[in-house]
């Protein structure tokens, strides 16, 4: 299934696939408690940005990418979730498939915070 969106910030159509990257960076970057009508919304990123960057947080930005993505995005099925190495910013690069087109790859580079030293 093929459907246009709408970029947030111009009020453009956007495609479908360029929504999916919307939808995912808005999710990520959104803290849970901060939508009023919606408190579950968002991920738990912000809590982990104070934590020092180590692998075991590295380990937990990942899961708590997959269970907002798990939760939030029902168009794709995630496949990896790498945090990049980067000692000043938080990159993840996401992997997956459409759910509605399983052939068709779905790949997103995000930068969502700075880490704290």
């Known amino acids: 299934m093929s459907y246009i969106g709408m970029n947030s ?67 794709i099925k995630l496949d990896t979730v790498d945090v990049l190495p980067d000692k000043e910013k938080l990159t993840l690069q996401i992997t997956g498939s459409r759910i509605d087109k399983p052939n068709q790859t779905f790949t997103s580079e995000i930068e969502v915070a700075t880490w704290r030293h």
């Open 9 to 75: 910030k111009t009020g453009r159509t956007i495609s479908d696939m360029e929504h999916i990257n919307q939808s995912v960076k808005d999710i990520l970057t959104t803290p849970i408690g901060s939508r009023i009508e919606r408190r579950n919304y968002g991920s738990l990123l912000f809590l982990l940005l104070d934590n020092p960057n180590t692998e075991a947080t590295k380990l937990r930005v990942v899961s708590a990418t997959v269970l907002a993505l798990s939760q939030w995005e029902p168009r």
